[in-house]
């Protein structure tokens, strides 16, 4: 099954391929054919936001694009002014995790190096509500009904693991995050089960980083993001994204090369890490050792 489309995606793509299709020519004189300005050029190209299909349009046709790419690009303007779902919780979450959710929400896949806390897709409400609260009393002007409104896009979210079609996770994490301690030992229970239960899901591979294992680099949480190749021919298609998903902040990375590194990095914290079923009964055990 095809992955349902998000318009974050798909703006993204169709950025892409414009500014593969103005080549040489500057923005300044493609805006003057058109009578347009720079800063619309600029912000075709963006993948932060969307012009209207009907100016998409003109520029297809001034770039004088050829079917059957220049239907799937009218289409992909067409897709890219539609509403995400996660866009009418925008009044609970800056842009930058705005932006986040909607190229997960069409991944196809993703690697996530956990170092600090249990992954968004992997939290029980209990234990994000912990972690909110925690924020609350450092920031104390997030009205109680934004922080529900943050919870409940927070557990959406996890539809990708279970609803077709599935997102597939790779995810390491550091074994201080069973030990570190948010809310009590119940709630601490409850999200050390919920990582176990989704452990046994097919397209999730959970691996622990155990305490004594030697890493020769260390690094902050991040997520790579990847969406294969789907796309019209002669298009271009959406590369890897890494982005660290901090408490208000999002900082995305684009490129080969400087996406390599973080690859590396995972494959080597993997390689270190306990075997899934390993995983499983650190896991059991840390419940039964540090929580009960």
């Given at each position: 099954?095809?992955?349902?489309?998000?318009?974050?995606?798909r703006?993204?793509?169709?950025?892409?391929?414009?500014k593969?299709?103005?080549?040489?020519?500057?923005?300044?004189?493609?805006?003057?054919?058109?009578?347009?300005?720079?800063?619309?050029?600029?912000?075709?190209?963006?993948?932060?936001?969307?012009?209207?299909?009907?100016?998409?349009?003109?520029?297809?046709?001034?770039?004088?694009v050829?079917?059957p790419?220049?239907?799937?690009?009218?289409?992909?303007a067409?897709?890219?002014?539609?509403?995400?779902?996660?866009?009418?919780?925008a009044?609970?979450?800056?842009?930058?995790?705005?932006?986040?959710?909607?190229?997960?929400?069409?991944a196809?896949?993703s690697?996530?190096?956990?170092?600090?806390s249990?992954?968004?897709?992997?939290?029980?409400?209990?234990?994000?509500?912990?972690?909110?609260?925690?924020?609350?009393?450092?920031?104390?002007?997030?009205?109680?009904?934004?922080?529900?409104?943050?919870?409940?896009?927070?557990?959406?979210?996890?539809?990708?693991?279970?609803?077709?079609?599935?997102?597939?996770?790779?995810?390491?994490?550091?074994?201080a995050?069973?030990?570190?301690?948010?809310?009590?030992?119940?709630?601490?229970?409850?999200?050390?089960?919920?990582?176990a239960?989704?452990?046994?899901?097919?397209?999730?591979?959970?691996?622990?980083?155990?305490?004594?294992?030697?890493?020769?680099?260390?690094?902050?949480?991040?997520?790579?993001?990847s969406?294969?190749?789907?796309?019209?021919?002669?298009?271009?298609?959406?590369?890897?994204?890494?982005?660290?998903?901090?408490?208000?902040?999002?900082?995305?990375?684009?490129?080969?090369?400087?996406?390599q590194?973080?690859?590396?990095?995972?494959?080597?914290a993997?390689?270190?890490?306990?075997?899934?079923?390993?995983?499983?009964?650190?896991?059991?055990?840390?419940?039964?050792?540090?929580?009960?």
């Amino acid at each position: 099954m095809a992955p349902s489309g998000s318009p974050t995606v798909r703006r993204r793509r169709l950025a892409a391929e414009l500014k593969r299709l103005r080549g040489n020519r500057t923005g300044g004189e493609v805006a003057r054919a058109l009578g347009w300005s720079a800063t619309k050029i600029s912000r075709a190209e963006s993948g932060h936001e969307s012009l209207p299909p009907t100016e998409i349009e003109r520029l297809v046709n001034y770039y004088a694009v050829e079917e059957p790419l220049r239907g799937r690009l009218l289409e992909l303007a067409e897709d890219a002014a539609r509403r995400g779902w996660w866009e009418d919780y925008a009044d609970a979450n800056p842009p930058q995790l705005l932006e986040f959710i909607g190229l997960e929400a069409e991944a196809e896949s993703s690697l996530q190096w956990q170092a600090d806390s249990v992954p968004g897709l992997m939290q029980t409400e209990a234990y994000a509500r912990s972690l909110q609260a925690t924020f609350q009393t450092m920031v104390r002007t997030i009205p109680p009904g934004i922080i529900d409104r943050f919870l409940e896009t927070r557990m959406r979210r996890q539809d990708r693991l279970t609803r077709d079609p599935v997102l597939k996770l790779s995810t390491v994490i550091d074994e201080a995050v069973l030990l570190r301690r948010v809310g009590d030992d119940r709630l601490m229970r409850e999200q050390l089960q919920r990582l176990a239960d989704l452990s046994e899901l097919p397209n999730v591979d959970l691996r622990v980083l155990p305490l004594d294992r030697e890493l020769a680099l260390l690094a902050s949480s991040y997520t790579i993001m990847s969406f294969g190749s789907r796309t019209a021919a002669g298009a271009v298609g959406l590369g890897d994204i890494v982005s660290t998903e901090n408490l208000n902040t999002e900082l995305y990375i684009e490129g080969e090369t400087d996406i390599q590194l973080y690859r590396l990095f995972f494959e080597a914290a993997a390689q270190a890490s306990l075997s899934p079923a390993d995983t499983r009964g650190l896991i059991m055990a840390t419940i039964r050792r540090a929580w009960s």
